[in-house]
């Protein structure tokens, strides 16, 4: 089964106070698909006064936003879940086309993921209480959650409708209103949200403006009238982004890139079993969505005495990918998502094998034919070489993957560390000591144990080290927007007695 | 001897945006999603500190890596050059479609000891 591209109109507007409204300078830029280099259609390229028209909407519905009672939010936040539900269709086949990514993981795993998001924040908002300590006799502490009120999104292309339903739920559930800005990449899917949604909320409670970070983004990210930056992207636009927010003490949460081990200890092979084949499934996964995710699994470390046999399972497995068309359902690895990252990934197949890296399989861009020769296909690529080499220490945010050996639990946890990122990483063992104490080992927010690659809600995600701080995709996530008002309430009749 | 060069492509584009946005310099961004290209700032707006090392000035701008990223570079000669495309940072020369991109090579036997001597 094969879909094809959708249509689209010419050229579409930002979403600010509840209307569609062009950009005040009269500014588009063109939107292509990477499936074949097409164009899709225009989008705003916004400038600092559309950025401030926002600011402003979101201001004037913050207070109104601020006081609506948690079951009334959170019946909205259903209510979007369940319009994204009924398109999902529509929503996966834009997805795939914006973005380059195979349709049956925009049909199986972004959509039906963003849905799931934005219930599960509706029911946290439901389900918490706030707290009251009785200090003493006379005295109560009582904690009450207020939203911090207007919060800027910045959110990166490689999972556009998935990143806006981690950042905005989390915001809105709790009162806040939001501006918020997709990737100039792909501005498709949320434009298209807010055409399904653009009666759902009061005016000016979401917000979304497209442009260029130079033009948009910074004038968001450093506006004194937000109160709050939320960023997922790149790690020096992060330190900016925390700059800017620092001239006004706003809070930031940040989630930057990574560079991922995947370590498989030996007991792995013990068996040629279905957990065998669910690791080398696991080593493999360097490949899905491209590689272009944060935690992509892009070093595979392999405890050596099992490595030439362990490699020749991945290798192969890793040939067996199919790559064709991104709309034809049977599609395993996509289009990247742009030229620029296109021309990136061909660029660190030189730095590696300038640096003595071996090409285990790939190495090169993928050609396909008719239409798709304009699209920007790469081979899922197996780099072999050491830690200390630039390929193994860089995101290359492609499907590529570089692979070591290590020696024992300490070489593991030593090579496992060697990064400046700690977003993600996998451990694969049969062992019951290792499955606990190599995860407490590695310095890294998620430990994916005997699997990798899932994002379900509720389960706390995000980085340590130079991959950003804050945790998405769980409850805790809540306070990151909130302030907490603490009211100290004396029921003592009787005064202190000083004056 | 230098350690950064720029082609005359991306010197121009440097020109223009110097035109229009005065004092800049370029930081090597980390090798990270949308990373991993030279990013041009205003000067003044990225704070740098001595974790910022100056690999050299191309055009009249400062050339800065980060310390940690640095070590894994330093055997590397760079040359800033410009291309199509869009990035999606908050680099200057993006509204204009562009991007910039580095081109390294291994040091030779002679830079090498020029630049890290032993």
Redesign the interface.
């Known amino acids: 089964m094969s879909y094809s591209k959708p249509v689209f109109k010419d050229k579409y507007s930002n979403f600010i106070n509840g209307k569609f409204v062009p950009p005040v300078g009269g500014d588009y830029f063109e939107n292509t698909s990477p499936v074949d280099g097409s164009v899709i259609a225009k989008y705003p390229r916004s400038q600092k006064e559309d950025v401030e028209n926002a600011v402003e909407a979101a201001n004037a519905a913050k207070d109104a936003w601020g006081n609506t009672s948690a079951a009334e939010r959170a019946r909205l936040l259903n209510k979007v879940a369940d319009i994204i539900e009924a398109n999902l269709e529509e929503f996966a086949v834009v997805e795939t086309c914006d973005n380059g990514k195979p349709i049956r993981e925009t049909l199986n795993a972004d959509i039906p993921l963003a849905v799931d998001h934005w219930r599960y924040f509706a029911a946290c908002i439901r389900a918490e209480e706030g707290s009251a300590t009785e200090l003493d006799q006379h005295t109560l502490s009582m904690n009450i959650k207020e939203p911090l009120g207007v919060v800027g999104q910045i959110i990166p292309w490689n999972f556009p409708l998935l990143m806006l339903s981690w950042k905005l739920p989390p915001a809105l559930a709790t009162g806040n209103c939001v501006v918020l800005k997709p990737a100039e990449q792909t501005p498709s899917s949320a434009t298209l949200l807010m055409e399904k949604i653009a009666d759902v909320f009061p005016p000016g409670v979401l917000n979304v403006v497209h442009g260029f970070g130079p033009e948009a983004g910074k004038p968001l990210a450093s506006s004194s009238k937000i109160d709050k930056v939320a960023f997922t992207g790149e790690t020096t636009t992060g330190q900016l982004i925390m700059q800017y927010a620092s001239k006004n003490l706003n809070p930031v949460t940040m989630e930057l890139g990574g560079k991922s081990p995947n370590v498989f200890f030996n007991s792995v092979m013990d068996e040629d079993d279905a957990f065998l084949d669910k690791a080398i499934e696991g080593a493999v996964l360097f490949a899905f969505n491209q590689g272009e995710v944060c935690t992509c699994p892009s070093r595979i470390l392999v405890q050596e005495d099992i490595y030439d046999a362990f490699m020749e399972r991945v290798v192969a497995r890793t040939k067996a990918i199919v790559q064709t068309s991104p709309y034809d359902i049977n599609s395993m690895v996509g289009a990247q998502a742009s030229n620029d990252q296109y021309e990136k990934i061909q660029a660190y197949f030189k730095i590696g094998k300038e640096e003595g890296a071996k090409v285990l399989t790939g190495g090169e861009a993928a050609k396909l034919e008719g239409d798709l020769a304009n699209g920007y296909y790469i081979q899922p690529t197996i780099l072999e070489g050491h830690n200390k080499m630039r390929v193994f220490q860089e995101e290359i945010f492609g499907p590529v993957v570089c692979v070591t050996k290590f020696k024992d639990e300490a070489e593991a946890i030593e090579i496992a560390n060697d990064t400046m990122y700690g977003l993600g990483a996998g451990v694969w063992t049969r062992d019951a000591h290792q499955l606990y104490q190599i995860p407490r080992a590695i310095k890294a927010g998620r430990v994916w144990v005997n699997c990798y690659h899932a994002y379900p809600a509720h389960a706390p995600f995000g980085g340590y080290k130079k991959s950003g701080f804050g945790r998405e995709n769980h409850l805790m996530m809540m306070n990151h927007y909130r302030q907490t008002k603490n009211m100290l309430i004396s029921y003592d009749k009787n005064k202190l007695g000083f004056f | 001897m230098k350690r950064v060069e720029i082609t005359e492509k991306a010197a121009e584009i440097v020109r223009q945006l110097q035109a229009k946005h005065g004092d800049l310099i370029f930081?090597q961004?980390?090798?990270?999603?949308?990373?991993?290209?030279p990013?041009i700032?205003e000067k003044g707006?990225?704070?740098l500190d001595e974790s910022d090392i100056l690999l050299g000035e191309v055009e009249g701008v400062n050339f800065y890596m980060n310390q940690?990223?640095f070590e894994?570079?330093k055997h590397?000669h760079l040359t800033v050059n410009v291309?199509?495309?869009?990035?999606?940072?908050?680099?200057?020369e993006?509204?204009l479609?562009l991007?910039f991109?580095i081109?390294?090579?291994?040091l030779t036997e002679e830079e090498a000891s020029f630049f890290n001597p032993k």
């Open positions: 930081h961004s980390g090798g990270c999603c949308d990373g991993s290209a990013m700032f707006d990225m704070y940690d990223q894994y570079w590397t291309t199509e495309g869009r990035g999606a940072s908050f680099s200057l993006i509204p479609g991007r991109l081109h390294s090579r291994l």
